[in-house]
């Protein structure tokens, strides 16, 4: 990001410096600069909507007074919500599959990445192109999932991570990271003795750390947000993940109901300020999927561009 | 390293923290759930330890998961103020040793809490347990410090160049040590089940059946029946009947009358995954302690013991969970307290250690560490033996399921599963005689003429026989190979023994169904035993070299591949086989070679059917409608790049990317929730601003989300709202890599912002856009369910419903079965287009650009 940004404003900077505005530049800053202002505040106000809807005072809530300010703050909403029972559970399970999920699929597509480089493998074309051109098809949702189902993954916590060994898009981005870098590195390693594995541990690997972490944002960002394989794969309630509780407030009034109302049993000292609504409730699970998020996206921002760059070059 | 002030502070708070109030108790009144009474003052956290949870109600002392609350608490606390205390000191040493202080006291801490926090499932319905700040605060304290100590060892000292405990000889020992620590809290309590006197009548009796089981009993299958080992002492005067429906009624929460049962059914047979857990923690301390040997070996042996272990524990924890204070109410208080000690997880924490400390001893390693403790030579015999041995343990699992149904019926009535090890004893046919039913009824009975249970059983005891002997036979030609292996015997001898066991067992699998009436009874062969073939394939084909050298390369490498291959064919190929349900009259759950052969009939439903048309159309408008409007303005983000970068404030340019880039990042649920508040009704922001400019009736507000109308606009909106800052991204990059020289060309031309934006900045982009769009054609039909699926409701499913969220809607969502064959039909026919599209557009490409977009 840092490179490509110098770049672009060393140029803007230096046209500044050499030219003065014109009356027509400066109309033309003031809308351009109004537009992405607004733009910008399109993306950031929900999340701030739903932040300061979730602190304030929930009768004002209710009653729909709570628009730019938050008002009578307090944090009872998020207590009570974390006292839901099964949130926790799904929160654990969220948690679980996001690293495992993520640790599977990078190490498995970084070192399969490397293999598909070694030109003396045996029909190495062959299996590369079956692997590729899975991207392009899929059996549908049915067999999906009659195969998962026959494989034994339904209601099985492994269905999150372990179909997910192989994308064949990392693959390539992987593939084609290593193929530029100079192969002398990886013949002097094999020269000294060092197999496959080794070099890929040793050598390879350090290299690889920038596109591994790129791999590793979208495939965690992915596994976060994930909740239609929870919805399908999990028929007996079991592994929840917090996105899918989100997703099932939203739909079941009726079960939400119940839940507000054992919260309220919960929350002794309840009056009408920190009392849960249904509506509390729901804009409170969502907040508490959002933080996570929010809390992790200032650190791994800057490698997206990256990310993207090297996708753009496809192999 | 100056001394740190701030980790006075930190004792500060843990010394304040004695003081906060921790735990709060509210009495409600059991009609109305009003609160009854209240303890006036909450009880702080050093009152909890010193005086235990008595303090707070004499019921809560009986509880004897609160007494080991109170010492987790006491020694979490106790280590957690070392911890800090240790931190003054900036010496290395010391803050490794406040490191481990802080590791210890955070885990014991967070069981403190834990069981505090899991008390308020397990109170009496009339008691309310809050917890306050003073409970929390040490744990987030030990927590800091954690941090900080592991943040500070970072910092090289100038004083010690070499890093931290950079002996590898010592970590190795140190790993060793802990992983045989950890081996011995296997033979400490791991949990305790205590049972109250009332019980029994008599103390004595009670303390008979008090017990600790350890986790190696719980390995061995040893740990007994708390109910059967009442009945054999003789204790349980009056036992109480195992029926759940009888404790139910005492009972507000099903969860934790399932927990009592648990104590008393759980762990009753040997446990594979903790003897797994033990054995690799032996393995991998004995590697660990022979020099030179591969570290890595222990390493990963003893991560995977961490893994495993782990996750049994959760399973004791529910365990405790199922006290009976927590489900029935007082006369069945009676039954067993299953309490779990902090031991299984110190035990986790030891092994995960080890993991560490050998990480950290390969790294700070300096001898040649790629010593592999099996010679070079019985490397790849190695493999030979561990994949037969596989292929054994695979032919005495279940090896063939035998579904029955009356004749003429496609209901499968009763199924029943043989294995090898039934083979090996005999046992076979009795396994398929008389098959019943889930309500235990006989599914043949002599009355019906065309299947009369001698009928059934002839063909199944013809088919039990062969199997039987099959399996004898694979078996000892494996174990024969494999023995031959070992003994490093002729390899063209090892190789014709596994080869005609792969013979055998495909002989097996081909003759399964051979001699039963297909009427009555279709036997399918089971995933082991599919499994067992390339397993001998394999070692046959490893038992051919002598040594790992022997291995051309291009093997190895295929080798290597080979668990990806098999990965991608099983999760990507392997559907396509489901592509033979459209062809069928598909029935759930029957096998494949019993299903009604239907031809095309499903494909020209579709079209020939009028609701079935009907609904294609629909979806089919919808699905191209929704796509081609995203496709239409998918020159939005190339549009905002090039805008954006005619911003020349830095930090403006990076707020906007920042925060545009955000909305990718989250769910469609959770944009479906940010929605759902905006436009809300009655209380949305959206709808408050319509009432402002009078445009929304306050008594009768426009229900502005749900309705269906303008719903492609809307939805539209939402994708373009979620994406357009990530699209650009692309577009930014490519913009920096334009050439500078372009630039200053064109204006030394005389060339104003607009002229160079249209005529380097754009045609610069164009080739990004094109590809992006020619894959966006050719994904015209797939444009994904997510955002429709949570967007969707009864009132707008008529204009949202895409295809995809069609055949998801038919089948899986409304648990029907029946649409099955048809859905995967319209699958076929839309991968069947999207490729053809995907190659057009390739082609066009070829074409126009002289490039391949794949």
Not at chain 1, 142 to 163: A, K, S, T
Not at chain 2, 490 to 514: D, E, H, P
Not at chain 2, 553 to 575: R, W
Request: net charge positive; glycine share 6%.
């Amino acid at each position: 990001m840092t490179a490509i940004d110098k770049k672009m404003h060393g140029r803007a900077g230096k046209r500044e410096n050499r030219q003065k505005l014109s009356r027509g530049d400066i109309a033309f800053n003031i809308v351009n600069y109004t537009v992405f202002i607004l733009i910008t505040l399109a993306c950031i106000f929900p999340f701030y909507y739903l932040l300061i809807n979730t602190i304030s005072d929930n009768e004002m809530v209710r009653l729909g007074k709570i628009q730019l300010l938050p008002q009578g703050i307090h944090l009872e909403n998020y207590v009570q919500v974390l006292k839901i029972p099964g949130i926790l559970d799904a929160l654990f399970v969220s948690v679980a599959r996001t690293v495992l999920g993520t640790l599977w699929t990078v190490g498995g597509c970084a070192f399969l990445g490397y293999l598909v480089t070694k030109k003396e493998m045996w029909l190495r074309k062959l299996w590369y192109r079956l692997i590729i051109i899975t991207m392009y098809f899929s059996a549908g949702l049915i067999p999906w999932y009659m195969n998962l189902r026959m494989l034994g993954f339904l209601d099985n916590f492994w269905v999150y991570v372990i179909p997910g060994l192989v994308s064949p898009y990392n693959v390539i981005l992987v593939k084609t990271f290593i193929e530029a870098l100079p192969p002398s590195l990886e013949e002097s390693a094999t020269l000294d003795g060092a197999g496959y594995t080794r070099v890929f541990f040793s050598i390879i690997m350090p290299l690889i750390t920038p596109i591994l972490a790129t791999l590793c944002i979208f495939s965690a960002v992915g596994q976060w947000n994930s909740f239609t394989d929870t919805m399908m794969l999990m028929p007996s309630g079991k592994f929840y993940t917090l996105q899918f509780l989100l997703y099932k407030y939203q739909n079941e009034a009726s079960s939400l109901a119940a839940l507000v109302r054992n919260t309220q049993d919960a929350s002794a000292l309840a009056n009408v300020a920190t009392k849960q609504t249904a509506l509390s409730v729901r804009m409170t699970v969502a907040m508490v999927v959002t933080i996570p998020i929010l809390l992790v996206y200032p650190f791994f921002q800057r490698y997206f561009v990256k990310g993207i760059m090297i996708g753009a070059v496809k192999g | 390293m100056k001394l740190r002030w701030p980790a006075l502070a930190l004792v500060l708070v843990l010394i304040a923290a004695l003081f906060l109030p921790a735990v709060t108790l509210h009495v409600h009144s059991r009609v109305d759930g009003a609160i009854a009474a209240q303890i006036p003052e909450s009880i702080s956290l050093g009152k909890l330890i010193l005086s235990g949870s008595g303090a707070i109600h004499p019921t809560l002392t009986s509880l004897e998961r609160m007494q080991t609350a109170r010492l987790e608490l006491g020694f979490g606390l106790a280590l957690a103020a070392a911890g800090g205390c240790l931190l003054l000191f900036p010496r290395r040493k010391i803050t490794c040793a406040a490191l481990w202080c802080s590791g210890l006291s955070l885990a014991l801490l967070g069981a403190g809490v834990f069981h505090w926090t899991n008390l308020d499932n397990s109170l009496l319905f009339e008691m309310m347990i809050s917890l306050g700040i003073g409970l929390y605060l040490p744990v987030i304290a030990a927590a800091v410090t954690l941090l900080w100590s592991a943040l500070s060892l970072r910092i090289r000292e100038p004083e010690t160049q070499k890093p931290l405990c950079a002996d590898d000889r010592k970590l190795r020992l140190i790993s060793a040590g802990l992983a045989i620590a950890a081996l011995i809290l296997f033979f400490l309590p791991a949990y305790r089940v205590s049972l109250p006197d009332t019980v029994t009548g008599t103390p004595g009796d009670a303390a008979i059946l008090n017990r600790d089981i350890s986790l190696f009993d719980i390995m061995l299958g040893q740990e007994k029946n708390l109910y059967a080992l009442g009945q054999e002492r003789e204790g349980l005067k009056t036992p109480i009947s195992g029926d759940l429906a009888e404790l139910n009624a005492f009972s507000n929460d099903q969860n934790n009358v399932g927990g009592v049962f648990q104590i008393r059914s759980a762990n009753t047979g040997s446990n594979p995954l903790l003897m797994a857990v033990a054995a690799l923690l032996l393995l991998s301390a004995v590697l660990g302690l022979i020099p030179k040997v591969d570290r890595w070996f222990s390493v990963v042996m003893i991560s995977g013991a961490a893994v495993l272990l782990a996750t049994e524990i959760p399973g004791l924890l529910t365990i405790g969970a199922g006290d009976m204070y927590a489900s029935a109410s007082r006369q069945l208080l009676l039954l067993g307290i299953g309490k779990v000690t902090f031991l299984p997880l110190l035990a986790v924490a030891f092994a995960a250690a080890s993991a560490v400390t050998g990480i950290l001893g390969i790294r700070y390693a300096n001898e040649p560490y790629f010593v592999n403790p099996l010679p070079a030579g019985f490397r790849i015999r190695f493999v030979a033996i561990c994949l037969s041995v596989i292929a054994l343990v695979c032919m005495l699992l279940p090896g063939a399921t035998v579904s029955f149904s009356k004749p003429g019926k496609n209901k499968v009535l009763a199924t029943a599963t043989i294995s090898g090890t039934d083979a090996l004893t005999l046992k076979a046919a009795d396994r398929l005689i008389n098959p019943t039913d889930s309500k235990g009824k006989p599914v043949y009975s002599e009355e019906d003429p065309a299947a009369t249970p001698a009928m059934v059983q002839a063909g199944t005891d013809a088919m039990a026989s062969r199997f039987t002997w099959l399996t004898w036979a694979a078996l000892i030609l494996t174990l024969a190979g494999t023995i031959l292996l070992i003994a490093k015997a002729n390899k063209r001898l090892v190789m014709a023994m596994l080869l005609c066991a792969t013979v055998v067992r495909l002989v097996t699998w081909l003759a399964l169904g051979a001699g039963l009436d297909r009427n009555v009874a279709v036997a399918e062969g089971s995933l082991y035993l599919y499994a067992s073939l390339p397993l001998l394939i394999f070692a046959a084909f490893f038992s051919n070299f002598a040594a790992l050298e022997e291995l051309p390369k291009k093997y190895k490498l295929f080798l290597m591949m080979l668990p990806f291959l098999l990965a991608v064919f099983l999760f990507s190929y392997l559907p396509l086989y489901g592509w033979s349900y459209a062809f069928y009259n598909y029935k759930f759950g029957l096998p494949m070679d019993q299903q009604e052969f239907v031809g095309l009939k499903w494909f020209s439903e579709m079209f020939t059917n009028p609701a079935n048309r009907e609904n294609i159309f629909r979806v089919l408008k919808n699905t191209l409608g929704m796509s081609g409007l995203n496709l239409a303005t998918s020159w939005l983000p190339m549009i905002f790049a090039v805008f954006l970068n005619e911003i020349t404030r830095t930090r403006f340019k990076k707020f906007v990317q920042i925060f545009t880039t955000l909305p990718n990042f989250i769910s469609w649920a959770l944009v479906f929730s940010f929605a759902m508040c905006l436009f809300a009704a009655d209380t949305g922001i959206y709808s408050k601003l319509m009432m402002e400019l009078g445009l929304n009736d306050p008594n009768n507000p426009t229900v502005w989300l749900n309705s269906g109308d303008q719903i492609w606009l809307k939805m539209w909106g939402w994708s373009t709202w979620k994406g357009l800052g990530w699209g650009a991204i692309m577009y930014l990059a490519a913009i920096a890599g334009i050439d500078q020289e372009l630039y200053e060309a064109a204006r030394v031309d005389g060339a104003n912002r607009w002229a160079l934006m249209r005529h380097i900045t754009l045609p610069s982009l164009l080739p990004t856009f094109f590809v992006l769009l020619m894959l966006s054609i050719s994904n015209i039909l797939n444009n994904g369910m997510e955002q429709y699926l949570v967007f969707q409701n009864p009132m707008n499913r008529q204009t949202i419903e895409v295809l995809d969220l069609y055949v998801y809607n038919i089948t899986i969502a409304s648990r029907g079965t029946t649409l099955y064959a048809y859905a995967t039909a319209i699958g076929i026919l839309k991968t069947l287009v999207s490729v053809t599209l995907l190659f057009s557009a390739n082609f066009l490409s070829k074409k126009l650009r002289g490039e391949s977009i794949m």
